[in-house]
């Protein structure tokens, strides 16, 4: 049995999608200063690359196996909510200790921690937006989720540069992280959460149309082996469109690593003439996240003639 789900408020989809917010701004802090916090503590080039094997690792196996069982959870506080909520509070736990590693390997553990939980809490959100607006609001739902990433990517990417116009130290000998990066991840943490907890007390979630068949679903036998064998068969039978649409995803997501990764370091490297450890390349670090900060902003301008858009055409035709 399908139950049409009552309409939603402008307000109330807006705060269904706030969560996104608080992820894509310690998505985007990882994004812009990951490299750069590397470098200060001593990594070379060719080694930044393999220091970032969490950010792939955890999207390919983290994603489905979250969207996976939460689909077969649903308890107190919801279904998808839970996860929300748990990823978060590990998130910020992250964000807090990034900044306080005095080794590689302290921010390799700390960045391990973090791709994890905001995976953990990214997953769901894709789904909440279908499980709880009917189908004429979908289109909005998806284009303010949009505009909530856009806006916490610029936000987040641009506070380095901020935090320094407003007269916070950029100096940090090598080895150390300035506070301009300090500051930028502490107040990530507390926006992450902030809007996480948002999105959870506003948004409360329908139980499943069919009880009956969740608790059938939820009662089957789950091991990992079972739940890997039945997303093959997932990918098997998926639609062609969605095949068409992995194959530009695969290739796009390759060309984004290799910015994310790269990009600070170049600018440090070929535009300033920079050592780590030097004024001029925490100066280079703050124009990187900013450039990146320049790159969010155009999505985040698109996000709102997407939600024009939606009103005028089918998604297909967007």
Not at 89 to 95: E, S, V, Y
Not at 116 to 140: C, H, I, W, Y
Not at 205 to 229: H, I, W
Not at 284 to 309: E, K, P, R, T
Request: aromatic share 14%; glycine share 8%; proline share 7%.
């Amino acid at each position: 049995m399908t139950t049409q789900r009552p309409p939603k408020t402008f307000l109330q989809i807006m705060y269904m999608c706030l969560g996104f917010f608080g992820i894509q701004f310690g998505w985007a802090l990882q994004m812009g200063n990951m490299s750069a916090i590397y470098s200060r503590l001593g990594a070379s080039e060719d080694q930044i690359p393999l220091l970032w094997l969490a950010a792939p690792v955890t999207g390919l196996l983290v994603q489905p196996l979250v969207g996976y069982y939460s689909d077969r959870t649903w308890c107190r506080l919801g279904r998808r909510r839970p996860y929300f909520l748990g990823g978060a509070i590990f998130a910020m736990i992250a964000l807090i200790l990034m900044p306080q590693a005095s080794a590689i390997w302290m921010a390799v553990i700390a960045l391990w921690i973090l791709d994890t939980s905001v995976n953990v809490s990214m997953e769901p959100f894709r789904a909440f937006v279908g499980d709880l607006l009917p189908e004429p609001q979908r289109k909005t739902g998806y284009a303010m989720q949009s505009v909530m990433i856009g806006a916490g990517a610029v936000i987040a990417s641009f506070l380095p540069q901020i935090l320094t116009a407003l007269g916070v130290s950029t100096e940090a000998p090598l080895g150390h992280i300035p506070n301009t990066v300090k500051y930028s991840f502490y107040i990530g943490a507390a926006v992450l959460i902030v809007a996480i907890l948002a999105t959870v007390k506003t948004t409360p979630e329908y139980p499943p149309a069919d009880m009956e068949e969740f608790n059938r679903l939820k009662k089957q036998p789950v091991s990992p082996l079972k739940t890997l064998k039945e997303m093959g068969q997932a990918f098997i039978t998926m639609p062609s469109t969605m095949r068409r649409l992995a194959v530009v995803q695969f290739f796009t997501w390759a060309a984004f690593m290799v910015m994310w990764v790269y990009f600070t370091p170049g600018i440090a490297s070929a535009v300033f003439h920079a050592a780590p450890g030097t004024a001029a390349y925490e100066t280079a670090a703050n124009w990187g996240s900013s450039c990146f900060g320049i790159y969010n902003g155009v999505a985040f301008v698109f996000a709102f003639a997407l939600l024009w858009l939606t009103t005028k055409f089918s998604a297909k035709a967007i």
